[in-house]
């Protein structure tokens, strides 16, 4: 039996959280996201979780649903050739996507956040200028991988400003091989 005096708080906020979601869904459809998407936001401050959004999601009334648009359409294809073991199996792994939340068991790499340190220990360094020019195509291949930028068709020429605002992965592998880190 439940004991009186015991309470839970949480620390999310029903505006944040409606932004949050609001703010993922459109980013979503904007970038034609076909993997799902997350979104945390915290406190600065105390680190209290404010909002957390994790997609795809599915309908808490009907779990076993395939809510998702994407995954609906992977499902659909399979069910199509009439391969019921294949199917079953599409099925429990949509399932498992969506109550999978990328908020809490997708690893990532730190990425962007992490740029700016790259930028200031290269100019700590001297390997960079602030009029230092650096090219992008849309991705750099290093050590077997390719590394895709946000701009798959690439951003050009651009100087270290520049670089920084596109958030460049090219331009700051560049740099960070400057300072002697990473492969090839």
Request: one cysteine or more; charged letters at 25%.
């Amino acid at each position: 039996d439940a004991l009186d005096g015991y309470n839970i708080h949480t620390t999310i906020d029903a505006n944040i959280q409606m932004l949050a979601e609001k703010t993922v869904e459109e980013g979503i459809q904007k970038f034609d996201v076909v993997n799902g998407a997350f979104c945390i936001v915290m406190d600065p401050k105390t680190c209290a979780v404010l909002a957390m959004v994790s997609s795809p999601d599915y309908d808490l009334n009907d779990p076993n649903s395939v809510v998702d648009a994407t995954l609906q359409a992977q499902l659909e294809r399979i069910k199509r050739t009439g391969n019921e073991e294949e199917y079953a199996k599409a099925l429990s792994e949509a399932q498992f996507k969506q109550w999978s939340s990328k908020c809490l068991n997708t690893e990532y790499e730190p990425g962007s956040p992490f740029k700016p340190m790259v930028v200031a220990a290269g100019l700590e360094e001297g390997v960079i200028q602030e009029s230092d020019t650096f090219g992008c195509v849309g991705y750099v291949d290093m050590d077997g991988w390719r590394i895709r930028c946000s701009a798959r068709s690439g951003h050009g020429t651009q100087d270290l400003r520049k670089a920084v605002m596109n958030s460049c992965n090219p331009a700051l592998i560049d740099i960070g091989q400057r300072l002697g880190c990473g492969g090839t």
